[in-house]
């Protein structure tokens, strides 16, 4: 059973911090994102992995970075937090092969930036 | 730009109504479709997909769905819903041989008993 784990499930920053949010996945996946969900713009990608030390950005990369140090953990951080940074983050990962691999996701961090 | 975009942004059904969420996307070249669902308080998790062949697809909980490469549609649909149908449900696009997906704004599902 594929299981996807993100560091916090709530979170409260203050503007201007520097944030990182965890995910790790045991399932030996190459392909791992991150996305936002907010209401009514559904889920938007920030950026992705598929492999060690490679990323690419998504559709709003502006404001965030990556880092994939181990195939298991993939870190978002934000350098310096703003209010519209505001949102719930979720994370996924995938196997990387020719077929349409579906997307496991992990539980999401609520990060609010007061 | 690929976009998905998802008609309802909700949708209010009585149980053992029959349920049609629609979903369009705009990328012209192959591609593979999904329909993730959220129930409160819990993860996203896989509907059904598609990719090839059968362009009518059944997945889990009764769901179905069918590709129309002509009106670029993957609309999901269920005969006759039930209160725990209640959830939010997304429609995603993955251009082939590609890493990425785009998802849709989601629609919300209320199933009144």
């Known amino acids: 059973d594929v299981k996807v784990t993100q560091s916090s499930r709530y979170l409260v920053k203050r503007t201007g911090e520097k944030v990182f949010l965890e995910c790790v996945q045991d399932?030996?996946?190459?392909?791992m994102f991150w996305y936002r969900q907010d209401p009514g713009l559904g889920l938007r990608l920030i950026y992705f992995?598929?492999?060690?030390?490679?990323?690419e950005k998504g559709d709003i990369p502006e404001g965030y970075s990556v880092s994939r140090e181990k195939k298991e953990r993939f870190s978002l951080i934000l350098e310096s937090a703003s209010t519209n940074q505001t949102s719930m983050y979720l994370c996924?990962?995938?196997?990387?092969?020719?077929?349409?691999?579906?997307?496991?996701f992990g539980p999401g961090t609520r990060l609010l930036v007061l | 730009a690929q976009s998905v975009s998802q008609h309802n942004h909700h949708v209010i059904l009585s149980e053992a109504a029959s349920l049609e969420l629609g979903c369009n996307y705009s990328?012209?070249?192959?591609?593979?479709l999904f329909w993730y669902v959220q129930y409160p308080g819990q993860h996203l998790q896989l509907l059904l997909k598609?990719?090839?062949?059968?362009?009518l697809v059944k997945g889990i909980k009764g769901f179905e769905a069918e590709f129309i490469k002509s009106k670029f549609s993957f609309n999901l649909r269920k005969p006759s819903v039930q209160w725990s149908d209640t959830a939010e449900y997304f429609c995603?696009?993955?251009?082939?041989?590609?890493?990425?997906?785009?998802f849709g704004a989601g629609t919300r599902l209320t199933v009144k008993p």
């Open positions: 992995s598929y492999d060690v030390k490679m990323k």
């Open positions: 990328y012209g070249g192959t591609v593979n």
């Open positions: 598609y990719f090839s062949g059968d362009p």
């Open positions: 996924a990962s995938s196997r990387r092969t020719s077929r349409p691999e579906t997307q496991y």
């Open positions: 995603a696009v993955k251009k082939y041989n590609n890493n990425d997906m785009r």
């Open positions: 399932m030996d996946h190459e392909n």
